[in-house]
């Protein structure tokens, strides 16, 4: 082989060992900052991990909304309408957060089932639902309607 070849094939490996490293390196970062959503059927199911930083989104069920008058924690529970999670913040709501809205909520979810949020969104306008969340709502309410079909039929 060539002094020339025999160097360039060097190079060649030398920057695919670097470009591999930097793509391990880049993988490894961007997976602790993955936030994956789930509803509350699926975090009721125990789907969700409880180790990770997580997305939970659905409506804020009607009468679920307890605040601490001495603090800014507020509890509530998101529903699908197929099931509920009970949720834990520490903050202060968006101005549009209300019974009946939609939410979005990133935080933990504890080994208890109850979820710690460090931060709540809610939707912007009347019209407007996270797409996350009305994906889950219908899926609920899909699987809510086969249900009803198979036990009318037996």
Wanted: no cysteine; aromatic share 8%; hydrophobic share 45%.
């Amino acid at each position: 082989m060539h002094p020339i070849r025999k160097k360039r094939l060097t190079i060649v490996l030398f920057l695919l060992a670097g470009l591999s490293v930097a793509v391990a390196l880049t993988t490894y970062a961007l997976r602790q900052n993955i936030n994956l959503f789930y509803d509350p059927s699926q975090i009721a199911a125990g789907e969700a991990p409880t180790d990770a930083r997580i997305r939970a989104g659905g409506m804020v069920e009607e009468g679920s909304v307890i605040r601490d008058p001495d603090s800014l924690k507020v509890e509530f529970k998101v529903t699908d309408y197929s099931a509920s999670v009970p949720v834990e913040y520490m903050g202060i709501l968006p101005d549009l957060f209300a019974e009946g809205q939609g939410i979005v909520a990133m935080g933990r979810l504890g080994t208890d089932g109850r979820f710690v949020a460090d931060q709540v969104l809610a939707k912007h306008d009347e019209n407007y639902m996270p797409p996350e969340v009305s994906g889950a709502l219908e899926k609920a309410s899909k699987a809510e309607t086969e249900a009803a079909a198979e036990t009318a039929t037996y």
